[in-house]
Structures are given as C-alpha cells and as structure tokens.
C-alpha cells in the first residue's frame, strides 16, 4: 500500500442516503479475478444509460466540470451492504482518495482503510456544507491531513474526524496488516497449542 | 485474565477465549478464526497475494470452500452437467478450484452432491458450532451466529490475512440485546421478525454492534428460523448477530458430519452450555418487540429498512420529517414505480423468488411447497424455486416437494445464490416486480432495473398463487 498523508482535491457530491455496494459497483461486475479496471463499474447503474455505455448526462460524476474530482461528499451510512472490496478498488479505479459522509458500513470502512481509500466521518452541518459548496462551485477544493485527522475546508476551517490509531499507522507508513499478523506467529503458534481445532474440513 | 465472578454476555464469552493478543491503545485486537468458508467471488485476489509474497494456507484443515454466487442454476444436461456459458464466471471457477487444490483446501465444485451457498453447507455439513468464531469473504456470515457462534464477514484483504495467518485484526464491537418476546402469530414467521427489527431500527441502526436476539420468540424458532434472523443482522447494519445455544441447537447439530461424537460430543456439549449470557450481564444497547403484535412483514422500497406490515400503506415522504430521509423515500418510490399511500396489497408482481441464504433451507421450502400444493401459480407469474444447496434439493426432492413445485407451474433450480445476486444468469427484467425471500432489495440487486419487494416463503407463495402482493394469512387452509 502506498503511504497517505495528505489529499488536495476538488469534491463532487452525491447527497443520497445508504448508498449501497450493489450501487458503488454492481454485482456483475464481480466476476474479475483481479483488481483491475474497475473504475469504469463504479456506480454504473447511475453513470450510464439503459445500454450500459452511454453516459447518463444527468448524473454528477459525467458532469464536464467535475471531472478530476477526488474527494467523494456522500450522504448517510455510506456503504452499507456486502462485503465486496471491489467497491473501494472501483472507487480507487474511478480517481478518489476519500470518502466523506456521516457514517460508514463497517465492513466498508475496512475495506477502504485497507486499500489507502480514507473514509472521513464529519457531522450533519459539515456534509451539508459539502453539499453546497460542491453544487455552487465544481472547483471547489478540501485539503486532508492524516496525521492531524483534518479536513480542511474552503473557508480555513479545519474539521477533526476520528480515524484508530492503528489505521492511521499503516496508511501513514504503508504498513498493510498482513506483514503485523504474521509478525505474530509463535503467539499464535502458542495460542493454537492450547486451543485445539474445533472441526477439521480435511478429515 | 479469569474475569470468575463477572457476568458475561455470550458475545463477550466466545471474544475472550479467541484473542490471541488483546486489543490495546495502539492496535485492534488480534482473533483466532475457527472457520474460514471461502467461495469463487471474493477469493481470488486473496490467493494471488499470497501467491505474491509465496506464503501458504495456514490451516487448510480450518477452511472450506463452495461455488455458489456465479453459478448457474440452469438444471443440468443429459450428461449431468450444469453448463457454465458465461464465459468470465466460467474462468472465475476455473481459478477457484485451481486456487483450492493448490493451497490444499478442501472445496465442493458446481455439480457437487455438497455444493450450495456457503451459509446453507457450512450448518448442514456440522461444521457451524457454539461457541466458534467464523468469517467469510461475504456480510451473510452473521447466519452462522445462529448457533452461538460469532460469525461475520469480512473483506478480500481480510480473507488473505485469514489465509495466511487464520488471524484478524478486530476491534471489539458493542453488544445489543435484541429481545423478541411473546409468541408469533399464523403466518407469521422468521422472517418477519427480523424484517420488522430491521424497520424499526433502520439499516445504519445496528453499525458497530454484535445483536443478541433473546426472548421466547427467539427460543421458540427452529435453528433454521435463527438462521434467517441472524443472517440479516448486516441489513441492520450489524456485522454479526448471535442466539445462545440450547437444546434446539445441540440437536440439530449431533449426528451431522463434522460433530463430534462419543466422548468428544459430552465434552463439547459441557462446554456449548456455559456460553449462554450469564444473568446480570451487560449489554451496551437494548431494544425490545413484541412477537405478537407482528404481522407479515413487506419491503416497499430499496433498502431492507423499508419495510412495513403486509397490509400497511408505502408511506408519505412529505410526512417525514429530516430532509435526507424525505430525499431518499422520495427517490426510493420513484425506482419503485410506488405511489405514495399506496398500498401494495394487490399489487401486481412479475416474478417470484423463493431461494438465497435467507430462505432456502428445507423447511423453507416445506413451508412454501405445503402453500402452492394443489393451487397453481397465477398466469404470467414467473415462480422459481431455488434449494440452497445440493443437499437441501435432495431432501426435497425424496419428499416429492420438487414435483409439488412443478406441479403448481414453478421452476425447480439447482442450488446457488441465484436471483439473489444476479451475477449468474438467473435475474430481473428492468422494471420487473418481484416477491423475494432473498435479503436484499437495492436498486439492480436483483437485476438492473429491477424492482423487489423483500418477504417471507410463505408471503412469497401466497403472492405467486395470487399473482399480486397477497397477505399469506387470508390463504391458509
Ligand atoms: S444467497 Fe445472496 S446473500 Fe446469500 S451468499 Fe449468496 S449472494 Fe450473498
């Protein structure tokens, strides 16, 4: 994973509550075997017409002015749904490096911390603020420092957001989670000597 | 770190005795993973990590795999065979099973007498028991917590980590007891109740929490209603829902495959019966409902939060009160095709769904199979009937349930997700309407443009005789 300290970017809002994983990416497009190119599925059944490829006109994201835009304004309870971590590779894919709503589905939040996709948690008025600022002026530009746990906005304002310690470690470092467990063997290794298997598949 | 004395809930029992190291300031804590169940769709780029960094499957004896989410249900040829013809599904399972033989897992390929949704084989098979903690590359995990085990789904990095390492970094959720008191009336079921917990509680409603669902309606349900319950603990938001494990539960599980048996059996039973929660333990949220007072439950919108009694009216968005819920019941009706204080009682309906890890086990199909014996399905109403699983299908078919079905005019699958997921062939028509028992009615779920109104077996089959949204009630004989 490659190391996120700060994001500059211009924001594009979509103001929908609960959006789901079945909207971030349809299941169809769940039949890859790598992580690659999915960006052109994110939020497909939105972007593109009834044939699949012309883009819908009204949707935001094909919206000349804000093309580019790598900061996502969602509304509440964003990602909630399945477990897919196709929805943060399509996000990725599609040019973003955060996320910002009230609420994340847990399973998502995962996922996207552990791809380098930040989800920012902000209050009712900020995302409102968001919203506004998005539709008033494609331009518009946050700016994010992990370290610091701020989003700041157009106006100077600095938001804090919450992010756990451990996360915000391996997206500063880099660090991914695989290489910390396995660091953990002979723990495990003890764990397992005392706690025989409960089933055997093999057997 | 005995906490003798402490009253526990079962949550916090089946936590402490699976961290390897605690969770502290710095870092979540780190779980030790009984089972791991894997399948074609979110596996993939696990193995190829692995591959990359040249680990291996730390516990194959602890993992199991199943094709199920990108298979077909076409039934099969004169050779047996079920034909894949999508041509990228095909090179998933392809991969699926060279990833399983090389890492040395154990795996039931499509056409298997095994094969089925990994929810519905992991309990069939007796690998599902109290007191373990098990994850899959998939949010329905939450079903298998219907024995008191702790299970959740997780993410593709997550599978690698579990892979590699039969570990995961967790941090500790809060509990909520979820109490279901008093005794369920005719026709209502399952999935009712949790249709109607998650309507009052919203999707986001249960985010960072495990469910403990209690009470006599709870005690009461076979484990094949816990499951249902449990499994759409996601579409309360919470990641894992769990019932404590009782008499109910042992039985189910002696004499399947994996159990243990002989000495081994007493000693395990000792151990299921200490997991209750203890009394005077704490919980961080509780929410109470009354079992009597629910009615078949019907989705009307697009998520699994809007949800309302059968006979009740698609509410008013100009009623509601918070602007973003107004936009989103607005928007939702709109996809719909929904008019608002309609009522969907009569409500014409293209296509019904009877199938899913929800709702696809035996007694499921019993249930619905006992309703449309003898009736027919309504003219221009498409029934398909999916088992979730091989051995399900089996079952019913030595029961002759299978011939019931056809009888009646619906299809008979083989096992899979299905129109569940609609990734494998079996889908929607945009703008079709269907009664699903499936979990999830997000705009395409079922297929693009798709329209899905969420219900129990029997209000499933109620509808498909009726050929319109029909209350199961006013039907039974
Ligand atoms: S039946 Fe549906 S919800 Fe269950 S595992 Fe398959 S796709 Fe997921």
């Known amino acids: 994973m490659e190391k996120l300290n700060h994001i500059q970017g211009s924001i594009v809002s979509i103001p929908v509550n609960d959006i789901d994983t079945d909207q971030i990416i349809p299941a169809r497009f769940l039949k890859v075997t790598d992580k690659e190119g999915l960006g052109k599925a994110a939020f497909c059944d939105w972007r593109y017409l009834e044939d699949g490829e012309t883009p819908n006109p009204d949707f935001i994201l094909n919206n000349p002015a804000y093309q580019g835009a790598s900061v996502l304004v969602a509304g509440d309870n964003f990602g909630c749904g399945s477990s897919r971590e196709h929805a943060p590779w399509a996000l990725l894919g599609a040019g973003f490096q955060a996320v910002i709503s009230t609420d994340f589905a847990d399973i998502f939040r995962n996922n996207a911390l552990k791809n380098g996709l930040l989800p920012i948690i902000v209050d009712a008025d900020t995302q409102q603020q968001l919203f506004s600022l998005a539709d008033e002026d494609p331009s518009t530009t946050v700016s994010v420092d992990v370290e610091a746990q701020t989003l700041t906005l157009p106006d100077g304002r600095a938001v804090s957001f919450p992010l756990d310690g451990f996360s915000k470690y391996c997206l500063l470092n880099g660090v991914d989670q695989l290489g910390y467990l396995l660091a953990l063997d002979e723990e495990v290794q003890a764990y397992e000597s005392k706690h025989p298997r409960r089933v055997a598949t093999t057997a | ?477």
């Open chain 2, 1 to 477: 770190m005995t906490e003798t004395g402490k009253p526990r809930t079962l949550f916090e029992k089946v936590w402490s005795a699976h961290t390897v190291r605690d969770q502290s300031a710095d870092s979540p804590a780190v779980l030790y993973i009984d089972l791991h169940l894997v399948h074609e769709v979110t596996s993939p780029q696990a193995f190829s990590m692995l591959r990359e960094r040249g680990l291996r499957v730390r516990r194959p004896d602890q993992t199991i795999g199943t094709m199920d989410h990108s298979t077909p249900t076409t039934p099969r040829n004169a050779l047996g065979i079920i034909p894949v013809a999508d041509a990228m599904a095909a090179k998933q399972l392809d991969v699926f099973s060279q990833n399983c033989s090389d890492f040395g897992i154990p795996m039931y390929a499509l056409g298997d007498e095994h094969q089925g949704i990994v929810h519905v084989i992991g309990p069939e098979k007796g690998l599902t028991q109290p007191g373990m903690t098990i994850v899959c590359g998939d949010s329905h995990t939450s079903t298998h917590g219907a024995f008191g085990a702790l299970a959740f789904g997780i993410g593709t990095s997550e599978v690698g980590h579990v892979l590699a390492t039969q570990t995961l970094l967790q941090n500790k959720p809060r509990t909520m007891a979820v109490n279901v008191d008093g005794a369920l009336g005719d026709g209502v079921t399952a999935k009712d109740i949790i249709l109607a917990i998650i309507a009052k509680i919203g999707i986001g409603g249960g985010t960072g929490y495990v469910f403990e669902y209690r009470g006599d309606a709870i005690r009461s349900l076979s484990m094949e209603g816990r499951m249902t319950v449990c499994n759409m603990s996601i579409e309360g938001g919470a990641r894992a829902g769990m019932v404590a494990p009782d008499d109910t539960t042992f039985e189910y599980i002696s004499g399947r495959e994996h159990a243990p048996s002989g000495a081994e059996w007493d000693a395990a039973l000792a151990n299921w019966r200490k997991l209750p929660t203890d009394d005077g333990a704490n919980y961080d949220e509780e929410i109470t409902i009354r079992a009597e007072e629910l009615t078949p439950m019907i989705t009307f919108g697009t998520n699994p939060g809007m949800g309302m009694p059968i006979t009740a009216a698609v509410p008013m968005p100009d009623d509601e009160a918070d602007y973003n819920k107004k936009i989103a019941l607005d928007k939702a009706l709109t996809y719909m095709d929904l008019r608002p204080g309609q009522k969907l009682l009569g409500k014409a309906i293209d296509v019904v769904f009877i199938g899913s890890c929800t709702n696809s086990r035996i007694s499921d199909l019993r249930q619905a199979a006992d309703f449309v014996n003898g009736r027919k399905v309504a003219e221009g109403v498409r029934m398909m009937v999916v088992p979730g699983s091989q051995q399900v299908k089996r079952q019913a078919e030595s029961e002759g349930l299978d011939e019931i079905f056809r009888a009646a005019g619906a299809e008979w699958r083989e096992a899979g997700c299905s129109m569940c997921i609609a990734m494998n062939g079996d889908q929607l028509q945009p703008g079709q309407y269907a009664v699903s028992t499936s979990n999830r009615n997000f705009e395409g779920r079922q297929g693009k443009g798709g329209r899905t109104f969420l219900a129990s077996p029997l209000t499933a089959a109620a509808s498909a005789i009726a050929g319109v949204v029909a209350d199961p009630r006013r039907m039974l004989n």
